[in-house]
């Protein structure tokens, strides 16, 4: 039962900007720092976003996130091919003491 | 280069245990905190819980507390899952992951994924 609620998919052609809300609470978002997750079909989850909106060494500038209150946002702008994949949003949950992920949203790129 | 290079998988009868291992390369066990989180088939990542290597103090998510137990072996750079009283809804693929500390959890590298089967 996930926590922090995701839109199931969201699509775009090659070059356009899409954007993945992930709503929470005050427990989760509104108290820690939120990281998104990207999961190639069939492979392990990668780190996309730490820390509301910083990327890892290696992850494309096209990547960007903020957030506000108990939400956040993931966007992907000049969408491409590559970008096909699963993508997770995710943040400590003070009051369940734990890790919560998002629902997923599913990126097509049409 | 970091690697967490999990066991194979695993087919199991329901009610069996299962202990699944993480074997960290390439950085020291002890300087991260390991994860693990599940994933259904079809169905989206779900956290099961925390072990500092250090000690082996461990925090389990409230879904999986009597079922599940962490272990860490700093001599192997190993880290072990077992989860006991397996149903058919625990067939999954089950994954290690690190975090530098416990909050914020950014997992930062990955084990390549365990298959669990429960099945009669």
């Known amino acids: 039962q996930s926590v922090l609620t995701q839109p199931p998919s969201a699509s775009g052609t090659p070059g356009q900007r899409v954007t993945i809300t992930c709503s929470g609470s005050r427990s989760n978002i509104g108290t820690t720092s939120v990281q998104w997750y990207q999961q190639v079909p069939g492979t392990a989850p990668q780190l996309l976003i730490y820390g509301d909106n910083r990327r890892p060494s290696g992850v494309p500038d096209r990547f960007s996130a903020s957030k506000s209150g108990t939400s956040a946002s993931l966007a992907i702008g000049g969408l491409q091919s590559e970008d096909e994949a699963d993508y997770y949003c995710?943040?400590?949950?003070?009051?369940?003491?734990?890790?919560?992920f998002g629902t997923g949203t599913k990126v097509t790129v049409l | 280069q970091v690697q967490l290079v999990q066991s194979g998988a695993e087919v199991m009868t329901p009610g069996a245990s299962v202990k699944l291992s993480c074997q960290a390369s390439?950085?020291?066990?002890?300087?991260?905190?390991m994860h693990w989180v599940r994933q259904a088939p079809g169905q989206g990542l779900e956290w099961m819980g925390i072990?500092?290597?250090?000690?082996?103090?461990?925090s389990y998510a409230h879904k999986f507390q009597g079922r599940v137990t962490m272990t860490t072996d700093t001599s192997t750079s190993t880290v072990s899952l077992e989860l006991s009283s397996l149903r058919s809804d625990d067939t999954a693929v089950y994954y290690c992951?690190?975090?530098?500390?416990?909050?914020?959890?950014?997992?930062?590298?990955w084990g390549q994924g365990t298959l669990v089967t429960v099945s009669s």
């Open positions: 390439g950085s020291t066990l002890s300087t991260y905190y």
């Open positions: 995710a943040a400590w949950d003070d009051r369940l003491n734990g890790q919560v």
């Open positions: 072990i500092n290597p250090i000690g082996g103090s461990t």
């Open positions: 992951a690190r975090s530098i500390v416990i909050v914020p959890s950014e997992l930062d590298h």
